[in-house]
């Protein structure tokens, strides 16, 4: 069986050396995903010895950058003894054996190390299928050319194809496989429908129960380090990329009392594979349904306007409206520049600037929230008998509570509860009287 997980067994502690190509209208957008490959491909454990970039209006249909470049690059990889060229865009399958003949050396695209570093992430069950799925779907329609190409070698020996494991085939060992990764790609999907569908139940479960806020943000923004600061939750915080695959929820006590539920959530990052952004849909869908989201952005990025942009996109394309999210801009921290801090607070509806690292702007933070789950409460009037434990420690964890009178068995409680819970607190027992 060919393995498909082919970067997994290609990356790893590697030399690399990184080719862009790039417009030269937009020269610091370049540099910043050349930034990023670079944190990427050192996330995959290769050690970048060399980049090289081109200005160029578009790829090279054959080899990506242009042939004197090529050259250039074949002169490189002898001279700094590198195993691995990684390339800043989406390569084709013929691009790929083109560079890979000319250069005798590996060559990888950027969504390969994206795949093998969530790979190396994955954690939750869930997250596994997803990354599987993901690196199947993205490999099967390159191997299938492959295969069509070793078809007409006709089990002859492959060179130049390092990695990949496979030497000459027969027809038949090719069939085989080809229809073992339909199926497994089939097994999969299905695998996953159900844990989706299990997840969703679980969550719907937790929202009865308490408010939720989600953290959503591009990778690096501080997420992680937001989430610790505000609910000592020991999530790890690293300077690497992807350190947050799947999603965590833990509590965050609000200053007036209240609990609710904060979700930190994946990264987004430039150019996802979009079988990534497709087998991600479950995590953001969990986002969206958020009481409050919480969109933080590394204010401190010379390129946070385009970060904030590309947020902003996705969560447009699931479903959220400017209105229903805070844009939390941090690292204010290690900002001199006030006026351009004013000009990125401009771009939100709600927005709020702080530190998570020294705590800054956090108890503004709290407050907005605060704002928001107001905005969603309903004051409302209960009574119960004075013996349902359940339903008054539910009261004081969700809601807040303004009055309470204790009479013959029955105590009165007024409340702010957020609208969603009104359904559990008649199923607890609880009688409502508005007020
Ligand atoms: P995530 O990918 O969004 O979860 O980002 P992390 O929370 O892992 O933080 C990424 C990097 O930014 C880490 O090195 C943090 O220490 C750093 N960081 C996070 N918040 C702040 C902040 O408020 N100020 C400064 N100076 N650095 C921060
Ligand atoms: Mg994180």
Known sequence: MVDLRRTELTVRAERA???????????????????????????????VVGELAQPRLR???????????????????????????????DLKPSQVRKLEETLDTKVVDRSEVILDIFAQHARTHQ???????????YAFPRLKKMWTHLDRLAGGTVGGLGGIG????????LEVDRRLVERRIQDLKEELGQVENRRRIEAADRTKKFSTVSIVGYTNAGKSTLMNALTDAGVSVRDRLFETLDT???RWALPDGRGVMLSDTVGFIRKLPHHLVASFHATLEEARTADVLLHVADAASPTAEAQIAAVEGVLKDVGCTPDQYVLVLNKVDVIEDDA????????????????ALTGQGLDQLAAL????????????????SVGNGKLISLLYEKGVVLDRVFLDGVARFKVKVPQQMVGSIKSLGGRIRQS
């Open 17 to 47: 050396i990184l080719v862009q190509i790039y417009s030269k209208r937009n020269e610091e957008l370049a540099r910043a995903s050349l930034e990023e490959l670079r944190a990427l491909a050192g996330n995959a454990h290769a050690i």
């Open 59 to 89: 790829p090279d249909p054959h080899t990506y950058v242009g042939k004197g470049k090529v050259a250039e690059l074949g002169g490189l990889c002898r001279e700094l003894d590198a195993d691995i060229v990684i390339c800043d865009d």
């Open 127 to 137: 997250a596994r299928l997803q990354v599987e799925l993901a690196q199947l779907e």
């Open 166 to 173: 496979v030497r000459g085939p027969g027809e038949k060992q």
């Open 248 to 250: 965590r929820t833990r």
């Open 340 to 355: 351009r801090l004013l000009l990125l607070r401009r771009k939100a509806e709600h927005a709020v600037c702080v530190s």
């Open 369 to 384: 929230v605060q704002q928001f789950l107001d905005h969603l409460a309903a004051e409302v009037t209960i009574e119960m």
